[in-house]
């Protein structure tokens, strides 16, 4: 860090929690005794919380005469005004893990959506915006927030599959048919266990364990005689 007067050097540590940890003020001061030993310098901690509400982490160490403190500060304790008009994508973001004061959920999500088309101007950095806000979201567990997100997509002719929701979807649908090819190759033909594994490339315990979970499923009479493989 640089004034106008001198430079400054020091260690900045910063971590990030999504739920409290009853321990945090022990890691905080163990880190901080590993960083001076190994740097020398003044060392300047922070732990953000970006979990719901405000956190009830301890974040000072008291040990006979010597005091250790690092800075906490939960997200939520700013209002969702101190982001929603930033210019920048990645500030603007925070406004879903901010202090909503008297807003609801959905009127968060229009102002955040409404400013996002505003300063992002390229498809491919709303997608990757987008996919940041579902992650985030889950934090706060805001139900119905994604879907609301994204049912204005169109809006932005951002292509649904550029989002995260959709790639999940697709790959849990991906995942499924090549449960069910694995399952019908063992029904219906030969094949060993290990040739299936082979074409549905995929580990032999795989299928293995694909098949008990689907035997367990079926009822007596729907199971068959067991080949010899």
Known sequence: MSTKTQTISFVLHAEAQSKDDPRMHFRMVEYFGMLVNKYEMPVY?????FGEGISKMKNVFVAGKTTYT???IS???FSYKEFINSDKPEELILAILSDFEDKSKEEIAEMIFSRAKIIINETNL???FVNQIEVLSKLRKLDGFIQHFTTNLMALDLKLED????KQGKAEGEKKNRDKM???LYKNTKLSIHKIAQTADVPEQYVIDLIKES???ETPSQKRTKKKR
């Open 45 to 49: 901690q922070f732990v953000f919380y």
């Open 70 to 72: 690092y800075e906490l």
């Open 75 to 77: 997200i939520q304790e």
């Open 126 to 128: 709303m997608g990757k």
């Open 163 to 166: 989002t995260l929701t959709y």
């Open 182 to 184: 694995i399952l019908s």
């Open 215 to 217: 035997e367990k499923e």
